[in-house]
């Protein structure tokens, strides 16, 4: 039993931690909202943790620099390896759990419980501040229960401190699905909660004297009762605010807090639902949200008050209203590279060889899928440039490249993140870049022309599940649009030409047609046929992706 949190313990800490993760990669990639076949957090978690481990490994003879401590140092070095290794949201709040514990406890002298409850409770806070919008039922609340319930033990007993975290960590776990609908449809719990209780599980077996402990999984809820008719939700919901702007725009700010008075007056006056809160950090960085028409000028707002960065750009209600009309007409896209500006680039996510090769035709620098913070860092140092934009083309990417942006920028790079969730979305960005404009001004015409295209997805459903468009079951065709499932199907072409249908009836003048790994010859053929019969003013491109899982992906603008 220990009484105190030294270096040799962090150290088996992070290798039982890592352990365990491994043990139970699969239950954890199993554990997945939606029945897509790529979900990976599990995965993402242990090459997260394993960067943690390497980072140690390479350090173990090193002494304490200055002041800090020996427990300082080796917490710093496994938070340092898991920020460059964080892959997927998972990995990226994991990583900012470890930084917060590091933070807290570098400096003191002595770790008993008390420390580390006040330590876990600094996690926490980092944890959602890491998080643009934070949504209860997923790690968010599983990390901030374990930091109360060690908070109230009011003990300095390291052993009772940790065991007190880690049980509130499963009971929170536990009821993920009563806060989140979308997983009580799933039938399962947080897949990061449930990483997160792998790593405290270990931590108190540590601290027990046991080591490398493994414990049950927590008991899985029952499937929801697929009786009642799902209804279809809107892709996304408007909490407040009217009806009269079509976007929401959100971002993180740094800047000084008389700059964000002025942002707050100029964004008042051209949208409404505007929140801007701080970080109460020296200098603050502010979490901005307001609905708007104009998606530049808020964005521009944002450039003039500091530096917005992580920046989300949301359309409303995209089945019920035409996308407003583009001022610019994208072009088709170029095999040709696209001459860059002095000191320019862009690095886009790729997942897949056409991806990979239709990328760098344009002059961008490619990274393959789910990508780590290491990989996008290297990519954006290795353009050599001092402004770089980066398109991860992907959700669960984003938060790894505002790291890696972050970490670029500490080395005196420039780095906007475009939030593409789609390859269809990078392609639209790409097309209206403009190297001669100031690298600000290009990053809105770019986030502009993303959040301007409509993406779906189609798949063959990995599991049963409940979804808003009724039960799948594994093998099913899936058609999702902008990440929830709008149509079910089993016919792979027919499910496609009713995804293209229902998204044209919304409005559209240019439909991208991905093709993955997976489609079937003779697809594009028969879904181009499709549109010039039905959709006959509807200019198409068809690209050969390569995408996994994916046999399709789509852009409508």
């Known amino acids: 039993m220990l009484d105190i949190l030294d270096a040799a313990a962090v150290r088996r800490w992070c290798a039982d931690g890592l352990a365990a993760l491994r043990r139970h990669q699969g239950e954890i990639d199993a554990l997945n909202v939606y029945p897509v076949p790529d979900g990976d957090t599990g995965t993402n978690l242990v090459l997260t ?51 917060g514990i590091a933070d807290a406890l570098t400096d003191t002298a002595v770790v008993r419980g008390r ?53 509130a960590a499963r009971d929170a776990l536990a009821a993920t699905p009563t806060q989140l609908p979308a997983l009580a449809r799933a039938g399962v719990v947080d897949a990061g909660g449930r990483g997160l209780c792998l790593l405290l599980d270990a931590l108190a077996a540590v601290v027990a004297g046991a080591g490398n402990a493994d414990v049950d999984p927590p008991p899985r809820p029952a499937p929801a009762d697929p009786s009642p008719r799902p209804v279809r939700e809107p892709v996304t919901a408007r909490e407040t605010g009217s009806d009269e702007y079509a976007y929401e725009v959100q971002y993180l700010l740094e800047a000084p807090a008389d700059a964000v008075d002025r942002l707050r007056a100029t964004l008042a006056g051209i949208g409404d639902s505007l929140v801007v809160v701080g970080s109460g950090d020296d200098p603050p960085v502010w979490n901005v949200h307001v609905h708007v028409d104009d998606i530049g000028a808020a964005i521009e707002a944002g450039v003039v008050a500091g530096r917005p960065y992580q920046i989300s750009v949301t359309r409303f209600a995209d089945q019920t209203a035409p996308p407003a009309p583009t001022t610019v007409a994208p072009p088709a896209p170029s095999t040709a590279a696209r001459p860059a500006a002095p000191g320019r680039a862009t690095v886009v996510v790729a997942a897949g060889d056409g991806l990979a090769a239709l990328f760098t035709g344009e002059g961008a620098v490619a990274v393959g899928g789910s990508p780590s913070t290491a990989e996008l860092l290297a990519a954006v140092r290795a353009t050599g440039a001092t402004e770089v934009v980066v398109l991860p083309n992907d959700p669960d990417t984003q938060a790894v490249a505002a790291l890696a942006a972050r970490e670029a920028e500490s080395g005196g790079v420039t780095v906007a993140v475009v939030p593409t969730r789609s390859p269809a979305q990078a392609l639209a960005a790409l097309a209206v870049r403009d190297p001669q ?43 999702l649009v ?35 790994a997976q ?20 200019e198409v491109h068809t690209v050969v992706g390569g995408q996994p899982h994916f046999p399709l992906l789509v852009g409508i603008e």
């Open 49 to 99: 943790l394993t960067s943690a481990q390497h980072a140690l490994a390479l350090d173990l003879d090193n002494s304490s620099e200055g002041e800090q401590t020996s427990h300082g140092r080796v917490l710093r070095l496994m938070a340092r390896g898991a920020l460059l290794g964080a892959r997927g949201n998972s990995g990226v709040i994991v990583s900012q759990i470890l930084r």
């Open 115 to 167: 420390a580390l409850a006040g330590a876990l409770t600094a996690a926490a806070e980092a944890a959602y501040a890491a998080v643009a919008r934070p949504v209860e039922g997923t790690v968010l609340t599983v990390v901030a229960a374990a930091a109360r319930a060690a908070d109230r033990t009011g003990s300095d007993d390291l052993p009772t401190v940790v065991r007190a975290a880690a049980s």
């Open 437 to 479: 404009r100031r690298f600000a001004d290009d990053v809105i015409a770019m986030a502009e022309a993303a959040g301007a295209c409509r993406y779906a997805e189609v798949c063959f459903a990995a599991r049963e599940a409940l979804t808003v468009a009724g039960r799948c079951r594994p093998g099913d065709v899936l058609a």
């Open 482 to 516: 902008e990440g929830e499932v709008l149509l079910i199907g089993t016919d792979l072409a027919g499910t496609c030409r009713n995804l293209l249908d229902q998204l044209l009836g919304g409005g559209g003048e240019l439909a991208t047609l991905i093709l993955g």
């Open 519 to 538: 489609a079937p010859d003779g697809l594009a053929d028969a879904l181009t046929a499709h549109l010039a019969r039905h959709w006959p003013f509807v």
